[in-house]
């Protein structure tokens, strides 16, 4: 398969959809953190996005969405920056590919949108921590927990300020990242 992993710079799940024979490419903004700079392009999704790929995971930018920020709202409903969130969303959700898969946090997108198909947590995929993760499917199915464990730690919500704290936040976990390509190719 030929697979788009949106507003991916870490390659976590563009590496596993390799690793089972996928072409798989990583798009985003940022150059990568991955290892495989090649499997890497650092642009705008939406330059590529028509490019005859078979499906598409998008990790689209949730701070305008994500409920954790709602004391922001009202600021970010008035200076556009959450129009300007939902409108990625959508444009992704609504790519001519045939199968989608975005990704985001609980947020605004239930409601202004559709409420997800799927909600997951990392410790039902190895991990023994806590983080709510949307999924809106389009011809895939839901994901299966592959190891569920003992432990609810917020890591991540409890992660020190720092210049690269919105970057590791936003890491798919290595567990949920295998399901994926596992799960839907």
């Excluded at 499917?137 to 409890?158: A, C, D, F, H, Y």
Aim: net charge positive; hydrophobic share 35%.
């Amino acid at each position: 398969m030929r697979v788009l992993v949106a507003c991916e710079e870490s390659q976590r799940v563009t590496a596993e959809l390799r690793k089972r024979g996928h072409e798989a490419y990583s798009c985003d903004l940022l150059a990568t953190s991955g290892n495989n700079p090649e499997w890497h392009l650092q642009q705008d999704v939406f330059e590529v996005v028509n490019e005859g790929w078979d499906m598409m995971i998008a990790f689209p930018p949730c701070t305008h969405l994500a409920a954790s920020g709602a004391r922001w709202f009202e600021a970010k409903r008035r200076d556009g920056r959450q129009q300007q969130g939902i409108d990625f969303f959508m444009r992704l959700i609504l790519a001519p590919i045939d199968k989608i898969a975005v990704e985001n946090p609980v947020g605004i997108m239930s409601t202004r949108y559709r409420k997800p198909d799927q909600i997951i947590q990392p410790w039902q995929f190895g991990h023994g921590e806590t983080k709510a993760t949307c999924l809106w499917l389009k011809n895939l199915p839901s994901l299966q927990p592959t190891n569920i464990v003992n432990g609810r730690e917020q890591r991540i919500w409890k992660m020190p300020p720092g210049p690269d704290r919105a970057k590791e936040r936003s890491k798919t976990y290595t567990g949920i990242a295998k399901a994926m390509a596992t799960q839907w190719t």
